[in-house]
């Protein structure tokens, strides 16, 4: 039950991050915000990384993509299948980013520009790694919020960002991050600030992505209901570490830590188990 | 939005006023040739300081010359002088304020000292030091007063970035690869353009003002030109014979004046979100 499947597949992990911490200094000593993760996502697959604010899942997911601020000392090991991120020139990072690893962010309606049309922005990741025009960005814009289901995509792509619902603004993100088929999505709680029924339409089209494009995705969340319904490895961080790492199904029906007991025993559930602590 | 409730007269009053205003003194600045009853330099010894009557309305100066054309083509020189004067203070400083806040540290240190080292200097004294150093003419005023203007735009353009970096559409953009540049001019500029136009309809008040001033000391437009401020110096020597030599330039001032402000003041709550109903 407890065997990860597509490691057995496949020779080598999409992204493998080796001990990575994560400090920030402050005037006595510093601040360790991760502290020695290990981590990896293999091809096709969606791993979770779930924890409480403050555990350091966040400031993983920003490592991955060189972006923390700029007072973070950061060491360890972060691969993108051959690339040692941390090795890369600020230039080299610049043209992985959206192209062979991209990032979902968690409040849509925030993360898109309020002045510039929906057809722009998603297509702009073709204008600034595939050297594309802006109209035929925006044509292609046009097949990518498609096949996010946006319905009338062709009308949609000349909306600016207020025209379009919270659902349809991270289908947008979702698009916009699927431009350049990406080896690996990062999404950092991409459906905290929906409504559960949007919630369940998004989880469902990143599942649909998974499937057709055999894209890895990182998904970063405190919810432990998107993590059942959604992925199929599971890391628990608390403060800094990975106190647990599992399927599933193992770390629902045997969790191991004491960590994650107490956060399986915090979700309300309609037929309550037995608390295990 | 306006558009769709219908126009929203309320709102928009201030603007309409002051455009109202503005276009007045515009009109009769581009259109002159055609505007003003006489040419501005036509000397007419026999007719020296009459006043109004039906062939010179607003009577004629020491000279003989009719103080309404004067008027109307010195409202020509103030419109070439304050359209020059704030596009180079918008620009220099939009550029200076976006740069410094965007990079922060040592070049936002650097910038934002050198603009209050500026910005300490009286207006008018900085404006007279520059002229005296530049040489007088109308291009030198120009230039002059853009330069002082420029602390003051630099100022509300950082200030206005940084409240823009805060944004996650900024970090969504750094996590598709855009560079540093395109993220200023893309992303920051087109979301800080409405405080700027605001404060560049009352810089241009204070422009035409600032010339005016310039030209009364002697040191912007040269005789004959005629310019608001010279008219000025010349009526206060005939006070008492002829008061409409002062009257006549003083309210041209005051009307293009409070047009700019009315504007500038309605562009202001017709942009303020927190002003909107």
Known sequence: MDIRSRALQDGRPTLSIR???????????????????????????????????????????????RMLPK???????????????LDLSPADMRKLRGDRLSFIPQDAMRALNPTMRIGRQVGEPLVL????????????????????????????????????????????????????????????EPTTALDVTVQAQVLKLLKEIRDREATSILFITHDLGVVAELCDWVYVMYRGRIVEQGSVERIFMDPRDDYTKMLLASTPTLFPREAAI | MATAAGFDFRRWRL??????????????????????PYSPFDLD???????????????????????????????????????????VGLVGGTLIGMTAAYFGGLVEQALMRAMDLLFSFPAILLAVVLMASLGTSVLNAMIAIGIVFIPGFSRLARASTQAVLRQQYIEAARSIGMSDI??????????????LMVEAAVAFAYAVLLESALSF???????????????????????????????????????????FNLLGDGLRDVTDPHMRE
């Not at chain 1, 091809?43 to 400031?59: A, C, D, H, L």
């Not at chain 2, 309305?57 to 304050?82: H, K, N």
């Open chain 1, 19 to 65: 001990d990575l911490t994560v400090d920030f200094p402050k005037r006595d000593g510093a601040f360790r915000a991760v502290d020695g993760v290990s981590l990896d996502v293999w091809p096709g697959e969606i791993v979770g990384v779930i924890g409480e604010s403050g555990s350091g899942k966040t400031m993983t997911a920003l490592s991955t993509l």
């Open chain 2, 15 to 36: 603007v309409l006023l002051g455009g109202l205003l503005v276009g007045i003194v515009l009109f009769a600045a581009i259109f002159a040739p055609w505007v003003a």
């Open chain 2, 217 to 259: 000391l002697g040191l912007g437009a040269q005789p004959p030109d005629p310019s608001w401020g010279n008219m000025l110096s010349t009526g206060r020597g005939f006070m008492a014979q002829a008061p409409w030599l002062s009257i006549v330039p003083g309210m041209a001032m005051f009307i293009c004046v409070l047009g």
């Open chain 2, 182 to 195: 395109r993220i200023i001019f893309r992303e920051i500029l087109p979301n800080i353009t409405a405080p």
């Open chain 1, 71 to 85: 007072r973070a000392v950061v060491s360890g090991s972060i691969e993108l299948g051959q690339r040692r991120i």
């Open chain 1, 129 to 188: 790694h595939r050297n594309l025009s802006f109209k035929a960005a925006v044509s292609r814009a046009v097949d990518l919020l498609r096949a996010v289901h946006v319905r009338e995509p062709e009308r949609r792509v000349e909306d600016y960002p207020h025209g379009f619902s919270g659902g349809m603004q991270q289908r947008a993100m979702i698009a916009m991050g699927l431009a350049l088929e990406p080896e690996l999505i990062i999404a950092d």
């Open chain 2, 45 to 87: 010894v026999a007719k020296m300081l009459q006043g109004p009557s039906a062939a010179h309305w607003l009577g004629t100066d020491e000279l003989g010359r009719d103080v309404l054309s004067r008027a109307i083509y010195a409202a020509r020189i103030s419109m070439q002088v304050a359209l020059l004067a704030v596009t």
